[in-house]
Structures are given as C-alpha cells and as structure tokens.
C-alpha cells in the first residue's frame, strides 16, 4: 500500500461511499469466537502505510463475559502476537460514525504465516477449500431473525419489546404483517441506508412471530462472503436501532413466551468443472449427492451443535410449537422438520438448516453446517426416510444443553478433523468456561422455588 492507488481498487460500494471526500479512519477488524468485532481503529493515512498490524492471540480464548479459557496450550499464557492482514475485498462504509470510516476484515496468521486454526473466518476458509479440493463449490444463503426490543440496562428486568411508531408496544403473533413491519419504520429505514452504504442486498424484510421479531434474507452466494456480510450485518442492525432508542438482539431466546431467532442456512452445492448443482441430474431429479447431504447433516449436526447453539440460552429456543425444530426429520416444504428441503427448481434445489441459532459466530454456524452436510458426501451415507406430517409429534434427538451438547462436540474426531483440531480443542476450552461461569450464577427460579421448598 505504497501510494493512494489503492482506494481505487476498493469495493465499489466503498469507492462510492468515498465519493467527493476524505476518509478519515478505518477499523481494521477480526472477528473472535463470540463473533465479536476485535481490532484496532487507525487513520486512514497510518493505514495507507501498512500491510498488517497485530493483535494478542487471547482474543481467541476470551468468553463471552470477557473472561479467559485456559486455551494457549504447551507455550503458556503469553499472548503471543498475530499478524493480521488486510482482505481489501471486504472493505465497507462504517456509516453510523461521525466521520468518513471504512472497516476492513482481516485474517489471522502465525509469525511463520500459517492461518491461525481458532480464527473463525479461517475455519470456514478451510471447510470451503475441503470441498474445492474435491471439485465442488458450496453455495449458501442465511436468514437472519432477531428483535427489536425496549432499551433494557438492568439484566434483572425481563426483556420487553420496543415501543412501535403507534405508540403501543410491539405485537406478538403478527407473522408476516405489513402493519407490524410498519411499526419498526424508522429502523428499518436505516437498516436500508447502512445496508444500502455498504454494498448489501437484501432479499427481504418480513415479520416474524416474535414481538418485535423480524427477518432479513440474504441472496445466495460463496459462503465466505455471505459470513461477512452477517458478520457486518448483526453490527449495523444493532447501530439503527440504538438511533431509535431500542435494542437490537441476537440472543437465541431473548423472550420467554415468544419464539426464538434462528439463522436458517440454505445449502447447495455446484459442480466447479460443469456449475451444475450436483444436488440434480440432468433430467432435474434428485442426485445420491442430495441425499448424501442431508444424512450428514443427520448423522453429525448433534455433535456441531456446541457450534450453532454456542450458549445456554440457546437451547431455550428448541422448544416444541415454536418456531424451532426439535429433532433432525428431514421434509419437502416442512417447516416443523430441522432439515427441510424448500420448493424449488431442480437448478435451485437446495437444503435448509433450520438448526443453527442467530447467536452463533456466522463464520462458524457456516462451517459447521457445511462440515456436516461435507462429511454426509464423502461418506456417502443415506438419510432417514422424509418425515411426513407435523415433527413435532416425534422425539427431540438433539442435546438439550449445552454440558450435553458439549461432550458431543469433543468426542466428534470425524468433525474435528474437518473443522480444524486445534479449533475444536480451542473453543472447547473456552465454551467450557463460560459454562462454568453460568453454573455459578443462581436464578430467580431458584430462588423462588427452592428457597423454602427444597
């Protein structure tokens, strides 16, 4: 980055962004296991001038409270410097700053410039290029569910909804309402305008059941980027609402009797020699390939699921009736199923995850998801028979915490393997602390119901 040449290599949305003025910052960005944005903010003219900076390799052992796992390994504690370089592909406007700033993505590597096997994004970089090295190319499109809810700064208060444009608290049970998207007016006009800013098609914006739940559809496209942009996204989402005087949230069950927020992930796959969805022949049938997928989704999501429900409040939401899967039945347009395969044409055919949770790390809800349907193709596996009827009315075979959910993931070695094991060995330890620390924090059920009957 010798000379200002390269602002006009940036994305066109960036350059357009940029128009006409100066830039003044840029917030040079990784993300951790949590999906939180780590880095530094630097001026534009520091950041003309260099090709990577670093950051402690901790951030990638740090809980959600902002505790440590003991996860350094043979070497100790030390906090040991990463290098993080730029990918100028994903530079995108930080609208909502008071000054013009862009933010760049960088990706993690050792001082011997090998990728760093905990950092998220590399962990779907590698489960992507496990299916290149095999002549494929794996397509994905996420839908991301979350509320609009009233400012809440006492973690003792119960979550409520936001106060709508009419003046009545959002309403539940309202799927699909225009009115109800009506009420979030406001906020959703500034979803627009970042999204709009950095470069982001939106497929969608509708109502969910939830009050004040909404969904946004992303087009379907390379799973890296697509990571990015939810990564970019559950950021500007939560900055619009904060100009409106509510929260914006990702928790996976955020209100007790309202459904929980999921984010489905539509999966296909193209042939890299034809560009053809191996998921259908050329008579449009569906191919073993298709069936293959789904088995490993099947056979390997309950232990990735420490990945796509990575807290304790997630396994609030697999609850029977509302809105979440329970089990892993798979059907054609079924929404009751956690694996359900939606109408499409035979080119579109795809697969839809309904397991994962919006509170994942989007990096690695994707890869975990794509490790599974990838695992189901090399083994060649076959499903279960499609699931007729409600699945509901069938058992849960999912872990139903996280403890469970847990010793599932550290005993999966074929999942492992896939996700990288220094991965896996990582995040383990961290999830594992967290879990500690909830196990410490007594709740008001407790309180209530313990106190002076148990």
């Not at 960036?14 to 040079?28: F, I, M, N, S």
């Not at 990702?250 to 984010?263: C, D, L, V």
């Not at 579109?348 to 790390?361: F, H, L, S, T, Y």
Request: proline fraction near 7%.
């Amino acid at each position: 980055m010798a000379d200002k040449s390269w602002l006009e290599d940036l994305p066109e949305a960036a350059q357009a962004y940029l128009e006409g003025r100066r830039l003044d910052e840029v917030e040079c960005i990784v993300s951790d296991l949590p999906g939180i944005a780590r880095g530094k903010a630097v001026p534009a003219s520091k950041f003309l001038r260099q090709e990577y900076f670093h950051l402690p390799d901790s951030i990638f052992f740090q809980t959600i409270t902002g505790d440590w796992g003991e996860a350094a390994g043979a070497d100790g504690f030390i906090e040991r410097d990463m290098i993080l370089r730029p990918d100028m592909d994903t530079a995108t406007a930080a609208p909502w700053t008071g000054d013009w700033t862009l933010q760049v993505i960088h990706d993690a590597y050792d001082r011997d410039n090998n990728p760093v096997p905990f950092s998220p994004r590399n962990v779907l970089k590698r489960v992507v290029q496990l299916y290149r090295d095999r002549g494929w190319e794996p397509v994905v499109a996420p839908e991301m569910e979350f509320y609009l809810v009233a400012r809440n700064i006492d973690p003792a208060k119960e979550i409520e909804p936001m106060m709508g444009r009419s003046g009545r608290p959002a309403a539940a049970r309202q799927a699909y309402s225009m009115t109800a998207v009506d009420e979030f007016g406001p906020v959703i006009d500034d979803i627009y305008d970042f999204a709009e800013a950095q470069g982001f098609e939106i497929d969608g914006i509708t109502q969910e059941g939830g009050a004040g739940q909404l969904e946004i559809n992303l087009r379907h496209g390379d799973p890296i980027k697509l990571a990015d942009e939810v990564f970019y996204f559950k950021r500007l989402i939560r900055e619009a609402a904060l100009r409106h005087d509510c929260f914006a949230t990702f928790m996976a069950k955020p209100i007790a009797q309202e459904p929980g927020s999921a984010m489905h992930i539509h999966h296909s796959v193209l042939d890299v020699e034809t560009n053809e969805n191996i998921f259908s022949d050329a008579d449009g049938a569906e191919t073993p390939e298709f069936y293959h997928f789904i088995a490993g989704l099947q056979n390997h999501m309950p232990d990735a699921l420490a990945v796509m429900a990575p807290y304790v409040n997630s396994y609030r939401r697999y609850v029977k009736d509302h809105a979440a899967p329970i089990n892993l039945e798979w059907g054609r347009d079924n929404r009751t199923t956690g694996i359900r395969v939606p109408l499409s044409s035979p080119a579109a055919r795809r697969v839809e995850n309904r397991i994962a949770g919006m509170d994942c790390n989007p990096y690695l809800g994707i890869a975990a998801s794509l490790a599974c349907g990838y695992l189901g193709l090399v083994e060649a596996t076959q499903p279960k028979p499609e699931f007729k009827g409600d699945a509901y009315e069938g058992e849960g075979d999912i872990p139903r915490d996280m403890g469970q959910a847990l010793e599932r993931f550290d005993e999966a070695a074929a999942l492992q393997e896939v996700l990288g094991p220094d991965f896996g060995r990582v995040y383990s330890i961290v999830k594992r602390a967290e879990y500690d620390e909830f196990l410490q924090v007594i709740s008001p059920w407790e309180r209530e119901h313990l106190l002076l009957n148990a």
